[in-house]
């Protein structure tokens, strides 16, 4: 065989190998993001049920208002945690979030969703704090670059740990820092390079009016 012929038989597709390779790709375009398996619970402005909306759907084009949570853990002295959300999060990747948020399923109350979600991302179960509480709630809309917005109505929660023994997820926190909660609301421009989600400025604002 002659070299030009080599060159020619190298780059001469291989029908199967082409098709199994259209078919991963396929496959890989057909798979839903995990949020589109998940339902939240559409509400009004007063916080009441209207049904289930599809979680990716209530978080991308123009949104429905929907039901959350966030919840504040703080230490016995006054400091509140904060916890960067993991860079494969769609929405506020890597912001730090004062500490957790998300979602109650239907047929769950705010509580146990939070105490579900502690747990989950930080290893905090209930023997570690008695307090848990609920102290306001309130409505906002934030857009996040071209990737979706949040419209929630939102309550807080707050809890202070007895015992700070934290065991994060890596798949939903990236790091952890204990703040000075006063000095972090008296001096926001001092922490601005750690981008805070919308929803923790807004329920820290609120908590200090």
Not at 35 to 40: E, G, K, L
Not at 100 to 115: D, L, Y
Not at 177 to 197: A, F, G, N, S, T
Request: hydrophobic fraction near 35%.
């Amino acid at each position: 065989m002659s070299t030009a012929e080599g060159r020619s038989a190298s780059t001469e597709s291989d029908p199967e190998t082409e098709s199994a390779a259209e078919s991963g790709a396929a496959a890989q375009a057909e798979t839903p993001h995990k949020n589109a398996r998940q339902d939240v619970i559409a509400v009004d402005a007063d916080d009441e049920p209207q049904g289930l909306v599809n979680r990716l759907d209530a978080h991308t084009g123009d949104g429905v208002r929907h039901r959350a949570f966030t919840c504040l853990v703080f230490d016995g002295e006054g400091r509140i945690l904060l916890a960067q959300r993991a860079p494969t999060k769609r929405l506020w990747d890597t912001h730090w979030d004062g500490t957790v948020a998300s979602h109650p399923v239907e047929g769950q109350s705010q509580k146990e969703a939070t105490r579900q979600r502690l747990e989950e991302e930080l290893g905090i179960t209930p023997e570690q704090y008695n307090d848990l509480r609920v102290t306001d709630r309130f409505e906002y809309k934030r857009y996040y670059e071209n990737a979706g917005l949040e419209w929630e109505v939102c309550a807080v929660l707050k809890v202070t740990l007895d015992d700070t023994a934290l065991d994060p997820d890596e798949e939903e926190i990236a790091g952890m820092l204990w703040v000075d909660y006063d000095h972090l609301h008296d001096h926001p421009q001092w922490y601005r390079q750690l981008r805070l989600c919308p929803w923790f400025e807004i329920a820290m604002r609120r908590d200090f009016a």
